[in-house]
């Protein structure tokens, strides 16, 4: 199963590694579009996520290997229902 990286973009539009990997079988076995919404956490009535901007197949010339671009926000009260 292919594997995910995240990074996000910083200042100047540099991408920064996350450090963070996903298994897509935890996005039911497909990888996350440009507008997805991947789950980061959630702790009591609140909770993050990551919206994907963008993302780059064969990333470090492996092909089972995806960066997904993402931006961390915090989850409006109704998507915190769907945790």
């Known amino acids: 199963m292919p ?5 996000a973009r910083g200042a ?4 920064e590694d996350l450090q963070h990997d ?8 497909v ?5 997805d919404h991947i789950v980061a ?4 009535d609140s909770g ?3 919206e994907v901007t963008d993302r780059y197949f064969k990333a470090r010339g492996l ?3 995806v960066v997904l ?10 998507e915190v229902e769907l945790f």
């Open 3 to 7: 594997i995910a990286r995240l990074y």
């Open 31 to 35: 990888c996350p579009v440009k507008g």
């Open 41 to 44: 956490s959630k702790v009591g």
């Open 12 to 15: 100047g539009g540099r991408l």
């Open 22 to 29: 996903i298994d897509l079988s935890e996005c039911a076995g």
């Open 63 to 65: 092909d089972d290997y």
């Open 69 to 78: 671009i993402v931006e961390e926000r915090d989850a409006r009260p109704d």
């Open 48 to 50: 993050t996520l990551w």
